[in-house]
């Protein structure tokens, strides 16, 4: 099974705002599309990806994803991140109505392909599925096979909202990249531990990482 990835991104001035002790303003935007840059071209080298679409409103990251080869798709909802993944799975549902659709986070600058096509793999295996991310709390990856819906429910302690909502919590290890979003100067510190993309090792040189 082929997947096609759901990726929100938020106007890059007002991303990553746990950030700003870290990365000031003057850095933080390049950062947060550095990390998406990352993460789409990881992506998009999986084996288990036929498509990434990218839902965002910024022109920037629209034209660097768009370069990386992800389909952009307008925030036409605007009505915050969940409004906008099930705006995203129906937009690559409209091209392809038997599409298998996963929700991925943009900000997972370490991001293994193989890694990705692991926990892709294991998805295919129920309905509707979820990876958790690193700290056990939130989730990187809801995905939905072919006639599921996705029915999204990110934000604060969205793991346990997925769980109940009947999503099957992947049950793997080895697959850290996966997992390790970043939000704070200490998320950054361990994905820079991880081996991050040449685009965040870039834009993170010299940056202060808290240890």
């Known amino acids: 099974m082929q997947w096609t990835l759901v990726i929100p991104l938020k106007p890059l001035v007002r991303a990553k705002s746990r950030l700003a002790p870290t990365a000031g303003d003057g850095v933080r935007p390049g950062l947060a599309l550095a990390f ?18 990218v839902v965002t ?33 129906a937009a690559a549902r409209a091209r392809r ?7 991925l986070n943009a900000d997972l600058p370490a991001l293994r392909s193989a890694e990705l096509s692991r926990v ?29 819906e996705l029915r999204p429910a990110f934000g604060t302690a969205s793991r346990a909202r997925h769980a109940a909502s009947g999503a099957v919590e992947l049950p793997l290890t080895g697959v850290d990249s996966v997992r390790q979003d970043v939000d704070t100067g200490e998320d950054l510190r361990v994905a820079l531990s991880l081996g991050v993309g040449p685009r965040t090792a870039g834009a993170a040189a010299g940056l202060l990482i808290p240890d």
């Open 36 to 53: 998406a840059q990352d993460t789409v071209a990881a992506a998009t080298a999986s084996a288990g990806v036929r498509d990434v679409v």
């Open 57 to 89: 409103d910024d022109a920037l990251a629209g034209r660097e994803l768009a370069a990386l080869g992800a389909l952009i798709v307008p925030d036409a909802p605007g009505a915050g991140l969940n409004a906008a993944l099930a705006h995203g799975a």
């Open 97 to 103: 109505p038997d599409a298998a659709v996963a929700a």
């Open 120 to 148: 892709l793999a294991e998805a295919a295996l129920f309905p509707r599925a979820f990876l958790p991310d690193a700290a056990g709390i939130g989730t990187t990856l809801l995905s939905a096979r072919s006639g599921a």
